[in-house]
Every structure is written in C-alpha cells, then in structure tokens.
C-alpha cells in the first residue's frame, strides 16, 4: 500500500476539513468554523508540564476569545480517555477547565494534514504549531514552536487582532504594533493618489509610508 502523501497547508490556503473526535464530541471542522475565527493549535502531549501552561493559558483567555469572534481548538496525538483524565486533573489541581475542544489524532491523521508532525523533530509528536484561520475557511497565520518552548500568548492576541483590524479597515500592520496605535496605509498606486496623499493629514514617513490614527 502507498503511503498518503500530505501538503502541508500555506498562508492563504483553505484550511483542511476533517472529522474528528474531540473533548467535546464529534466535530466537523468547516462547520466548526463557519462564520467565526479559529485558533487551531497542537501540543506534544497530555500530561506534560509545557502543554499544560499553554493549555491553561487559552482556556484562561477563553473571554478574550469570545469576545473577538474567535474559537479555539486544541489537538494532540493522544486517545479521548487520555484527553479527558488530563483534562480532569488541571482542573482539579489548578481549577483550569479547558472548555474548548481538543482533538483527540490518535492515528496522525489530522496532524499529519497539518503539518503538525514534523518527524526531524519527532515522529510521534506533534510540535506545537498555531493556525489562525478566518471565518471563510482560509489561513492567514501559522506558527511554529519547537516541543522543549512554550509560546507566546500575547503575540497570538496582537496578531489575531492585527488581522481582524487589518480586514476591517483594510490598512496594513507595522512592528510591533498594539491596538490602539497606528496603522500603515497602502501605498499610492497612481501619480494622482501620490498627489492626494501628499496633500493629505497623514503622518508621512516618505511617500510610500505613512501612517494613520483609527
């Protein structure tokens, strides 16, 4: 039999649709995400000292979340039974609930979809990648962190929101940017939108950078 051969999905691809069984039942993924933000992340393992800080650290920011239109869904290479006793013990140690579903990939299948199993690192592992996918089903974002480095809360926050805000108001994000501050406006494309910005109240760096206040 031939082994299946997977492509590990880009920026601006449509996020691959699968079935699987999760901490909170059976779910489809595109009717998991239609019409919402998703942050899709992986852990090596249940039980582990690492993926229970970054676990923990979602489930703390479950309102943060919500209130951004966004769902979380976790996955790892373990059975149901070991997903929901991990899931038990947090709580009962650290009254942390992982409310979200967690995708039990006992057979690598989803994580193989993914990209999720990188065998340079491990080959029964997942490392602990992060996709962030839009509510029509495409992915805009994807980190990767090595098994032995937790991430970074607060870098997936500012980038989901760099997203969101970038979308709504159709401008670009600049360096470190945080809400609140300003935003990078496309750059002219025409001599007569070079004439208009040159005239215009935006802060301007040089004419193909300037900036703006939302």
């Given at each position: ?125 997942a490392v602990r990648a992060v996709f962030i996918i839009d509510p029509e089903g495409k992915v805009r974002l994807i980190m990767y962190y090595p ?68």
């Amino acid at each position: 039999m031939e082994n299946k051969v997977y492509s590990m999905p880009r920026i601006g691809d449509m996020a691959p649709d699968f079935e699987a069984v999760t901490t909170t039942g059976k779910l489809q993924f595109s009717e998991y995400n239609r019409g919402s933000w998703v942050v899709f992340f992986s852990h090596p393992a249940d039980f582990t000292p690492v993926c229970t800080t970054e676990l923990s650290g979602f489930a703390i920011e479950k309102n943060f979340f919500a209130e951004h239109n966004t769902k979380l869904m976790g996955l790892s290479i373990d059975s149901i039974h070991s997903h929901i006793a991990w899931v038990n013990a947090v709580q009962e140690k650290t009254g942390v609930l992982f409310e979200f579903p967690i995708v039990a990939d006992i057979s690598m299948e989803v994580a193989k979809l993914y990209g999720m199993l990188q065998p340079g690192e491990s080959e029964t592992a997942a490392v602990r990648a992060v996709f962030i996918i839009d509510p029509e089903g495409k992915v805009r974002l994807i980190m990767y962190y090595p098994l032995n480095v937790g991430r970074n809360m607060a870098e997936i926050k500012r980038v989901l929101l760099a997203l969101q805000t970038s979308d709504e108001h159709k401008v670009a994000i600049p360096l470190d940017w945080q809400p609140g501050d300003k935003v990078i406006i496309p750059a002219p494309k025409t001599v007569e939108a070079l004439t208009e910005r040159k005239n215009s109240d935006l802060e301007m760096v040089d004419w193909y950078l300037a900036k703006k206040s939302l």
